[in-house]
């Protein structure tokens, strides 16, 4: 069964490093995003991604992160200055719209971010 | 602004029995709703979904009913199993639009032996 690959599966970064974690969604997907949850909270929807460029962002996807998709198969989201809220699981997922079960999404397991 | 919300942080069930996890939501415009199950250290998986046309929807053990008129949503799951043991959560869209969900805070189903 195809899966997002999200890489690296943990990172630790000092606070005001930038940081980019790297997602390889589903080849035939249109639809790329990024959501984040807090320890002990909900999942959070941050960013979505569509025909090359952002179609949404939340009120958390702020001037320090930016999203692109360099080489047409790799989707990155990166923090320019890491705060130390911004340590959270990353999640990044998927999706054909009108295909697939029930418009479901593909998520990654995940990359956790500690900053300190 | 929680337009989605899981009262119920947490359900211990005894396996065999009914498990049952309640949502709701507050924007009306919401017309796809998922449940996603996950695990520690694992993205949300996929579990099942209902569109806004139904108030019900069933895939083996799992059933999914919808009420637009109180804008609640519940997973019914029957025989509850030691394996289905995770973290539950619901998730709401508008098709129209980028297709984001909107995710519930979750709720930790236990189902003991």
């Known amino acids: 069964e195809p899966e997002v690959t999200q890489t690296p599966s943990h990172q630790v970064t000092q606070m005001g490093q930038e940081v980019i974690l790297r997602c390889v969604p589903i080849?035939?997907?249109?639809?790329f995003y990024w959501y984040r949850q807090i320890l002990g909270q909900k999942v959070e929807f941050l960013v979505s991604?569509?025909?090359?460029?952002?179609?949404?962002k939340s009120e958390i996807f702020d001037d320090q992160f930016s999203v692109e998709r360099p080489d047409g198969s790799n989707f990155t989201l990166k923090i320019r200055s890491t705060k130390l809220e911004d340590s959270a699981m990353y999640f990044c997922?998927?999706?054909?719209?009108?295909?697939?079960?029930?418009?479901?999404?593909?998520f990654g397991s995940g990359t956790r971010l500690t900053v300190v | 602004d929680q337009q989605v919300k899981q009262n119920s942080p947490s359900l211990s069930v005894q396996e065999g029995r009914i498990s049952i996890l309640n949502c709701d939501y507050t924007?009306?415009?919401?017309?796809?709703f998922l449940w996603y199950k996950k695990y520690p250290a694992e993205g949300p998986t996929f579990l099942i979904s209902?569109?806004?046309?139904?108030d019900k929807n069933e895939d083996g053990r799992f059933t999914v009913f919808l009420n637009k008129s109180a804008k609640h949503l519940s997973l019914h799951i029957v025989p509850s199993q030691p394996g289905d043991s995770a973290v539950y959560f619901c998730?709401?869209?508008?098709?129209?639009?980028?297709?984001?969900?909107?995710f519930g805070t979750g709720t930790r189903l236990k189902v003991l032996a």
């Open positions: 997922a998927s999706s054909v719209p009108g295909q697939g079960t029930g418009y479901g999404y593909t």
């Open positions: 080849s035939n997907h249109l639809y």
């Open positions: 991604f569509y025909n090359n460029e952002i179609s949404e």
């Open positions: 924007n009306s415009m919401f017309d796809y």
């Open positions: 209902i569109s806004s046309i139904k």
């Open positions: 998730a709401a869209s508008s098709l129209s639009g980028t297709y984001k969900y909107i």
